[in-house]
């Protein structure tokens, strides 16, 4: 019996010897799959963003008109009730002419909500918990990398 000088090295099992190539191949065909998966979804999260942004900006002044309508209306409606109160403080005290604006006001308002709450849907109580999944409206298209 003779021995080798040096250190002695293990020796690999049988099947590991055949089967070390096809797991570093597959290894890197993993890493490739992941690294495309990966610059295809940032490319999708790009896009969309860009997109986002664009309409953004193209809906800015219509957005900033829209909103000062709201707030020109608001003063409008206030100064509505502030003449009628000044119109009915003419025929009796200000502050039951202010009182009795107030009780219109509320009482229109009340109709208007019960109104709204006849016209809602008949349907499912709502509850905290999802009784069924709901589609994204993105998967009703094709997607651009799917077979």
């Known amino acids: 019996m003779s021995s080798t000088p040096g ?16 797991a570093d191949l597959a290894r890197e065909k993993i890493g490739q799959a992941e ?17 986002v942004r664009a309409r953004a900006i193209e809906a800015r002044p219509s957005a900033i008109g829209f909103g000062a309508a709201a707030l ?20 009796v005290e200000p502050w039951l002419a202010a009182l009795l604006v107030g009780v219109a006001l509320i009482a229109v308002a009340a109709g208007l909500a019960a109104w709204a709450r006849h016209r809602l849907p008949k349907g499912q109580p709502m509850s905290m918990t999802r009784a069924h999944q709901v589609t994204h409206p993105a998967e009703e298209h094709v997607h651009p990398w799917s077979d």
């Open 72 to 91: 020109l209306t608001f003063f409008g409606l206030a100064l509505f009730v502030t003449a009628a109160v000044i119109g009915l403080s003419h025929a």
């Open 35 to 51: 690294d495309r998966v990966r610059e295809a979804i940032q490319a999708e999260i790009d896009a969309v963003s860009a997109s």
């Open 7 to 22: 250190p002695e090295r293990p020796r690999k099992p049988f099947f590991e010897r055949f089967t070390e190539p096809f």
